[in-house]
């Protein structure tokens, strides 16, 4: 399954292997798994055996496919996208070989147009295979992390090689507490929705984005989830947080809004370095882009410094283009 997407964060979807298991409680209502029982049954051959039956409820059955044929989807995408890698399953998942993981580096580092959104329940086997990968400046490596049991994920994403690190703290399903968001540029925040969606609260939320902006990470608030999750909107403190209106406009800003401007994919094309444990990141510009549009003040931020991100990506100037992408 790969196309456009209505997730709030991104522009499409990727899934270069589908099947999952359950790991920790936010998988518990898991949607991949339904959405994954409904292709099953609709006999498409990349979701054979991967649920069952069981108590009322689809779940897994632990089966996992390595879909080859999708592995070069996002090279046919010529306009620039976010695509959310995998948002039916878990590529660092036990079971899946490095060298499928190593193949799919490969797509992204070919498809450099792209921004690859990669995230994980499995923080410690990302660490592990990403180790022996290049740190592309067109991947963002994240982390989800449902309650305060899990923000140790947080730790291990922090030593992860990544130009962009973030945590999707959805389904949110507790208080987190204090949390470390050193080196964590971006974070997602959602309540669960569907038909057996547990409840958020909205202190559980404010606790995130209260130390959010201690951080300087940008925060992003998704939904409040629920059944009926249009219903419920997705306004936080009387403020309307439309699918435009998260704290950067992100990558939106940056690589795609074709609402009469089109813009090229300019940041992608700067040299990111990444680093370790102590994250900073260095923007450098390379062909296509002027140096001069990069002062030290604006193209060198601290990750940990507030608004770094945003202020660089205000610095990168829109382009207005008739023709299609270049790309
Ligand atoms: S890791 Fe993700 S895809 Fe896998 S069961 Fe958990 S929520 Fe679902």
Request: aromatic share 8%; net charge positive; glycine share 10%.
């Amino acid at each position: 399954m790969a196309g456009l997407s209505d997730i709030e964060w991104t522009d499409a979807t990727w899934n270069p292997i589908s099947g999952c298991r359950i790991l920790s409680p936010g998988c518990t209502n898991c949607y991949a798994m339904r959405m994954a029982a409904r292709l099953q049954a609709m006999g498409h051959a990349a979701y054979a055996d991967t649920t069952r039956k069981s108590g009322g409820r689809w779940v897994w059955t632990g089966t996992l496919h390595l879909n080859e044929e999708a592995l070069s989807v996002p090279l046919g995408w010529r306009a620039p996208r976010r695509i959310f890698v995998n948002s039916m399953s878990d590529l660092f998942q036990d079971g899946v070989p490095d060298a499928f993981v190593r193949r799919v580096w490969d797509v992204m580092q070919e498809a450099h147009w792209h921004v690859f959104q990669v995230l994980t329940k499995r923080p410690e086997n990302m660490a592990r295979v990403v180790a022996g990968l290049p740190c592309l400046p067109n991947v963002w490596l994240g982390t989800s992390v449902e309650n305060r049991d899990y923000t140790v994920r947080i730790s291990t994403l922090r030593k992860i090689p990544a130009a962009v690190r973030f945590v999707s703290f959805e389904p949110l399903l507790g208080p987190v507490g204090k949390v470390n968001l050193r080196g964590i540029h971006w974070a997602i925040v959602g309540g669960e929705s569907g038909p057996r969606a547990r409840l958020v609260r909205e202190e559980w939320i404010g606790e995130i984005q209260t130390q959010c902006a201690a951080s300087g990470t940008a925060f992003f608030f998704k939904q409040w989830g629920g059944r009926n999750k249009k219903a419920a909107g997705r306004s936080l403190r009387g403020q309307n947080m439309g699918r435009d209106a998260d704290a950067l406009g992100l990558a939106r800003r940056t690589m795609l809004e074709f609402t009469g401007i089109r813009m090229l994919p300019l940041p992608w094309r700067l040299r990111r370095t990444c680093l370790e444990s102590a994250p900073s990141v260095s923007l450098t510009g390379t062909a296509g882009v002027s140096p001069a549009n990069y002062s030290s003040d604006k193209g060198r931020r601290d990750a940990g410094g507030p608004g770094w991100l945003e202020a660089a990506l205000k610095s990168v100037p829109r382009v207005r283009s008739r023709g299609g992408s270049r790309l």
